[in-house]
C-alpha cells in the first residue's frame, strides 16, 4: 500500500508496517523515499495541527469516499477546514493513513461530536489520560460502553481489565 497519502512519502511499506517502524523507532532513511511533487511540503504544513486535534474540539464520521481514492474507514478532524485525518481498522489497533486540511464534514457522513479523547503510551494497556473532555461534560456522565470503560484509568484506579486482557477474551 501506498503510504504516500500520510506522509507524503512513497515506500513499499504498508500503512501499519510504517506506521508500527515509527512507533518502535525503527523507521530507516532506506525505508522510503521523499516525494518530489511537493507532497512532503504540503502534508508539513498541516502536521503541526495534528497534535491540537487530541486537544479541541472535533467529530468523527465514516468516509463517504466522494470520487477521492483512498483506503480510509473513517476520519477524525474539525469544521475549521484546518485538518482531517483518516483512519483504517486493524486487528489490534487502527492506524493512521492519511491526512487532509479539510473540513471533515466533506469527507464523512454521518458525522459526530467526540465528547472525550483519552491518551495512552502506545505499550501501555490503559487509557490513563484525558486529554479532551467536550465543554460542560463530566468524565462519570459520558455515556462509555462497557468493554471502553474497562480500558481507562480514572484517579488512579482502573475500570477494569487491560486491552491485553479483553484481546485473549475474545
Known amino acids: 500500500m501506498n503510504f504516500?497519502?500520510?506522509?507524503?512519502v512513497q515506500t513499499n511499506l504498508s500503512a501499519q508496517q510504517f506506521y508500527s517502524a515509527c512507533l518502535s523507532g525503527k523507521l530507516s532513511e532506506k525505508d522510503f523515499e521523499i516525494d518530489h511533487k511537493g507532497k512532503v511540503q504540503q502534508k508539513l504544513i498541516a502536521l503541526p495541527y495534528l497534535a491540537d486535534l487530541l486537544y479541541n474540539p472535533c467529530m468523527i464520521g465514516n468516509f463517504i469516499n466522494s470520487g477521492i481514492y483512498i483506503k480510509a474507514d473513517?476520519?477524525?478532524g474539525n469544521t475549521k477546514a484546518v485538518l482531517s485525518v483518516g483512519f483504517k481498522m486493524g486487528q489490534y489497533t487502527d492506524y493512521p493513513v492519511t491526512l487532509y486540511r479539510e473540513d471533515i464534514r466533506h469527507l464523512s457522513q454521518?458525522?459526530?461530536?467526540v465528547h472525550a479523547i483519552f491518551l495512552k503510551d502506545f505499550k501501555e494497556d490503559f487509557y490513563s489520560?484525558?486529554?479532551y473532555l467536550s465543554k460542560d461534560q463530566e468524565i462519570n456522565s459520558l455515556l462509555i460502553a462497557e468493554n471502553i470503560k474497562k480500558?481507562?484509568?480514572?484517579?488512579g484506579c482502573s475500570f477494569g481489565t487491560s486491552a491485553a486482557e479483553l484481546r485473549s477474551l475474545s
Open 110 to 113: 454521518p458525522t459526530n461530536k
Open 4 to 8: 504516500m497519502h500520510l506522509t507524503g
Open 151 to 155: 480500558l481507562i484509568i480514572k484517579d
Open 74 to 76: 473513517y476520519f477524525i
Open 129 to 131: 489520560k484525558c486529554a
